[in-house]
């Protein structure tokens, strides 16, 4: 609605906004926002477009005319912008023929569902197969798909195959059964039609079968699988007893080795006891073999009365613990002098 009020004051024009807050525009060009009014000028006489824009309303626009040497005066009445609705998908309309060609065989459509039952979200393929009376696939038949509720099914057309079926999927809703209509047309034959209603259901996990299978022996060989049995205990223990006989043999070696070791050991301690046993004359000090009475080098016979000290070559006494000349200390079958061993010979 536009109200045009000419005045004889300065050219200019004065655009009122309702509601307020609306945008104006002069001849495509911005001049500011009515709050709820808004004067523009400067505005040159003749004829000029206003227009008014607010966000959630229609745009109002028109044509004003400004005379020379006077104002104008604008009012915008702005409407609600309509709704956008969302276009709710329709059921494709099937048509049959409206008469039937005499003497034309029908067209017989079965459809199934894989699975047969639907739950909510979940998808299913439909099949529809076409045939003629006496049960044989029509191949290249058009084939067009409906659903309650609408646009859940998809193809809605196609054409039968060599085995004359056309396959579509199904979208479950969120709640309640589907029906899915189909017809079918090819020229020779009368339309034909089916349904299939599927109802919600909930899916279960496919049965396992369990097959249980027994070996029978051939006939005349019924005690075979006992003497197979018996040889495979008798291999089992055999290869026991054989672990075993090598596990001993094997503990036995190792005791062998230990003895060997100790048996080398005491014969090296033995050894060097026996080389630690020294026989010296007691007169020139010369090494004697242990179990002779002369010395090989002076020929002198050994006192075993007498002891001398193997340092200095005192005569010492037979039972001293002490050295005449230097201190000696006796320990079992030696005499400590100094920093010497002597031998009680």
Not at 73 to 100: D, H, M, N, R, S
Not at 195 to 200: H, S, T
Request: proline fraction near 9%.
């Amino acid at each position: 609605m536009f109200r045009e009020i000419c005045g004889s004051m300065s050219q200019d024009i004065t655009i009122s906004s309702s509601p307020s807050g609306a945008e104006v525009l002069v001849d495509s060009v911005s001049k500011g926002t009515a709050n709820p009014t808004l004067t523009v000028s400067g505005v040159s006489p003749g004829s000029h477009t206003v227009k008014c824009r607010l966000p959630g309303y229609s745009d109002n626009e028109t044509a004003a005319t400004v005379p020379a040497g006077r104002s104008a005066t604008i009012t915008c009445i702005l409407a609600p912008a309509p709704t956008p609705t969302t276009p709710v998908p329709t059921t494709p309309k099937i048509e049959f023929q409206e008469t039937p060609t005499p003497g034309l065989p029908p067209l017989a459509l079965t459809l199934t569902s894989e699975p047969a039952f639907i739950t909510p979200g979940s998808t299913s393929v439909v099949t529809v197969t076409v045939t003629d009376k006496d049960g044989k696939e029509v191949q290249g038949a058009g084939v067009m798909l409906s659903s309650i509720p609408a646009g859940k099914i998809n193809p809605t057309r196609g054409t039968t195959d060599a085995f004359g079926q056309v396959t579509a999927t199904l979208t479950a809703p969120a709640e309640g059964k589907v029906t899915v209509r189909a017809i079918a047309r090819k020229e020779g034959f009368i339309d034909g039609s089916g349904e299939i209603v599927l109802e919600p259901g909930r899916q279960t996990p496919t049965p396992t079968a369990i097959i249980t299978v027994t070996l029978m022996p051939p006939p005349g060989q019924e005690g075979t699988e006992l003497w197979l049995i018996a040889l495979v205990f008798a291999v089992l223990i055999a290869a026991a007893v054989l672990i075993y006989f090598m596990w001993k043999r094997r503990q036995k070696a190792k005791e062998k080795k230990k003895e060997k070791v100790e048996v080398k050991k005491e014969e090296r301690k033995a050894g060097e006891a026996v080389a630690e046993k020294k026989k010296f004359c007691m007169f020139c000090h010369a090494p004697i073999p242990l179990d002779s009475d002369f010395c090989n080098k002076c020929g002198k016979k050994q006192d075993e009365t007498k002891r001398f000290c193997m340092n200095c070559g005192a005569l010492m006494p037979s039972v001293p613990e002490l050295c005449n000349n230097v201190l000696a200390v006796r320990h079992r079958n030696k005499s400590i002098c100094g920093y010497h061993e002597i031998e009680n010979v």
